[in-house]
């Protein structure tokens, strides 16, 4: 998973990125099949998560450019060599 690589990151940036998209994915699974959590259904909640997910696509968009374009190519390419390739 996406969030697995860039959390592997020694970037701090592209760390951030990771663990948010596994707060993210966290909240969808909540959402999807505890149906003892109500937390999902809040607005905040709802909120949080929207401004998390547009983070992370500031993130990836500044990751479009040098030096973390590079950064981000090798953390990627470090854990697929270290834990396999497959998404």
């Known amino acids: 998973m996406l969030q697995r690589r860039l959390s592997h ?3 701090a940036i592209i ?3 990771g663990e948010k998209l596994k707060d993210l994915h966290s909240y969808r699974i909540q959402a999807d099949y505890d149906m003892d959590e109500n937390a ?3 607005p905040g909640t709802a909120a949080f998560c929207v401004l ?3 983070q992370i696509i500031d993130t990836l968009d500044q990751c479009q450019s040098e030096p973390l374009r590079t950064q ?3 953390t990627v390419e470090d854990y697929n060599s270290r834990f396999g390739s497959t998404f």
Do not use: F, H, V
Request: glycine share 6%; aromatic share 0%.
């Open 72 to 74: 981000l190519k090798n």
């Open 40 to 42: 999902p259904e809040k």
């Open 15 to 17: 760390k951030g990125a």
């Open 9 to 11: 990151s020694s970037n």
């Open 52 to 54: 998390q997910a547009k």
